[in-house]
């Protein structure tokens, strides 16, 4: 339904606005802010292994929000919409059939086609043409949400779904979690290799704000017939994100809370955080590696981190106050 709210030819981004309203930061912003909030609110810093809950508690919803962004999200994007077909030039007749060779036939002789191919508009067609149009209106938005649907269908079942969805992030994340819950964990904390792997995993921020920049530059997709996000949508988009899905999801956490579950205050403000967090960095990531929605991506990514500053203070204060 959030797609009615971006002009007609921009409803093709439908898997992009689900995507970046549905996954919010989990790691940058979540497990800082929960760290210096443990360390200066004294209700969160009651129990003897507060720091060490609080980071416990972000890292699991990281790791939750990481599987679930590489493998549906990333599906998503892989499926979606291709290029327009382009106009290829029949070569003519050559030989016996041509009556000559290739290379002497004349303009008049090469075909310019297209596939699918055009069709005819003549007096009596303009009629069917504009109830075509009108169907094909009022059908959009459903063949948008059986597209979204079916793509998260393909995504989460199936081999060649499985297969597909495997790409060198989710296999290093489903590495560390073997590590992590094997006795391999302490011996390979104090090794020469993860002080590598550390080293390399410091410079993934840096570089997806140079994707960020890149994308917003010269965005692969437009070339290959994607559609342009524009500032007007941009910041549909980020409304969405940084204002609706915040409220809907405050709500969604304070309803739990007062049914009785959620009593637990770091889980419960690390929900929070998350609600009021902006997209998460990895989607960037994603739409670099699919080489798709890269320009609407950047563009949301770039305006959504600049109003997260605001929106983001508002709505921690906001928190902090209701939680006890």
């Avoid at 760290?35 to 003897?48: F, I, S």
Wanted: proline letters at 7%; hydrophobic letters at 50%.
């Amino acid at each position: 339904g959030t797609v009615l709210l971006l002009p007609r030819e921009e409803r093709r981004l439908a898997r992009f606005v689900a995507v970046t309203v549905a996954y919010p930061n989990a790691m940058a912003l979540p497990y800082p802010l929960m760290m210096a909030l443990t360390r200066q609110v004294p209700w969160l810093n009651a129990r003897e292994d507060a720091d060490a809950y609080s980071a416990t508690v972000s890292v699991l919803f990281s790791i939750v929000e990481l599987l679930q962004i590489w493998t549906v999200a990333f599906g998503l994007y892989g499926a979606a919409p291709k290029a327009a077909p382009t106009p290829t030039l029949a070569k003519p007749a050559s030989g016996a059939e041509g009556g000559g060779d290739a290379g002497d036939a004349s303009v008049d002789d090469v075909e310019l086609s297209f596939d699918p191919a055009p069709k005819t508009v003549g007096a009596g067609a303009v009629r069917p043409m504009r109830s075509s149009m009108s169907m094909q209106s009022s059908t959009s938005m459903q063949s948008v949400r059986r597209s979204v649907t079916h793509s998260m269908l393909v995504t989460m079942g199936g081999a060649r779904s499985v297969k597909e969805i495997m790409n060198p992030l989710l296999v290093s994340l489903l590495l560390a979690l073997v590590i992590a819950m094997s006795p391999m964990r302490e011996p390979f904390l104090g090794s020469v290799v993860h002080e590598v792997l550390e080293f390399v995993g410091n410079g993934a921020v840096p570089l997806t704000l140079v994707l960020m920049g890149a994308g917003m530059a010269r965005p692969p997709d437009l070339a290959q017939g994607g559609a342009e996000l524009r500032w007007r949508s941009a910041m549909i988009v980020v409304f969405l994100r940084l204002v609706v899905a915040n409220v809907i999801g405050a709500l969604v956490v304070t309803g739990c809370r007062q049914m009785g579950w959620l009593q637990d205050p770091h889980l419960a403000l690390c929900m929070y955080l998350m609600c009021c967090s902006p997209t998460a960095a990895n989607v960037g990531l994603v739409s670099s590696v699919q080489q798709a929605y890269v320009q609407p991506t950047a563009l949301v990514l770039f305006l959504m981190h600049i109003f997260a500053i605001p929106v983001m203070t508002l709505s921690i204060a906001v928190y902090i106050a209701i939680l006890p």
